[in-house]
């Protein structure tokens, strides 16, 4: 059974548009949620972290939004750019980290 | 900095053969894990250690093995493998597994078994 969902497998967004990736999870006992970016052919990078005393983080063009109630969790990507086209992974835990099965996001120019 | 190095990065495998797939950092970082990649799954936890001498399992141990003799290396054993195990392969580290700070990830290792 999956504790961190993602059900979008894809998204696509025109380059200057904000692009909202989302994530569910079912374990009310994580209390650190990250999202990591993966291109092809390399390992994941770490982007943006929020703890869950948290509701908000932000980091430049990227913010991440947690609703406990909801077990929800979301990357804000504002403005998009190509650059960013990537698979997007959500994690969570409280110790090891449960990945989701990520979603790829494609900005066109 | 090197931080997560892996090795090799491409391999191909028989049915039944072993292997090594190597993971090193040169973080300090206690905490080592490996995950492995399969389309439509995400990444999945084999194994992980806390520090030097210290392993346990994760979410699909099966078919792998680990050892922890130093707080750098921290080797993936495949002691007969199998076309289930055709995966890519990454190793990651942290300071210690509960952070906020994220893993970093190695580069990978794409495995073939036929």
């Known amino acids: 059974d999956q504790q961190v969902k993602q059900n979008s497998p894809s998204l696509s967004v025109q380059e200057g548009r904000i692009s909202i990736l989302n994530c569910d999870y079912t374990n009310s006992m994580f209390d650190y949620f990250l999202w990591y970016k993966k291109y092809p052919a390399e390992g994941p990078t770490f982007l943006i972290s929020?703890?869950?005393?948290?509701d908000k983080n932000e980091d430049g063009r990227f913010t991440v939004f947690l609703n406990k109630s909801a077990k929800h969790l979301s990357l804000h990507i504002v403005p998009s750019q190509p650059g960013d086209s990537a698979v997007y992974f959500c994690a969570a835990g409280q110790g090891n980290l449960i990945f989701g099965k990520g979603t790829k996001l494609s900005v066109k120019p | 900095n090197a931080g997560v190095t892996q090795t090799p990065k491409f391999q191909v495998l028989k049915t039944g053969q072993s292997m090594t797939l190597q993971c090193a950092q040169d973080m300090n970082h206690e905490y080592m894990s490996w995950y492995r990649q399969d389309p439509g799954m995400g990444l999945r936890l084999i194994h992980y250690?806390?520090?030097?001498?210290?392993?346990d399992q994760g979410e699909v141990p099966n078919g792998y093995n680990v050892s922890r003799s130093t707080t750098e290396d921290f080797p993936l054993r495949l002691l007969s493998a199998a076309p289930s195990q055709t995966s890519v392969y990454f190793c990651?580290?942290?300071?210690?597994?509960?952070?906020?700070?994220?893993?970093?990830f190695g580069s990978g290792t794409r495995l073939t078994v036929v």
């Open positions: 990651a580290s942290s300071f210690h597994s509960g952070t906020g700070n994220g893993y970093t």
């Open positions: 929020i703890s869950s005393i948290k």
């Open positions: 250690s806390v520090g030097a001498g210290i392993t």
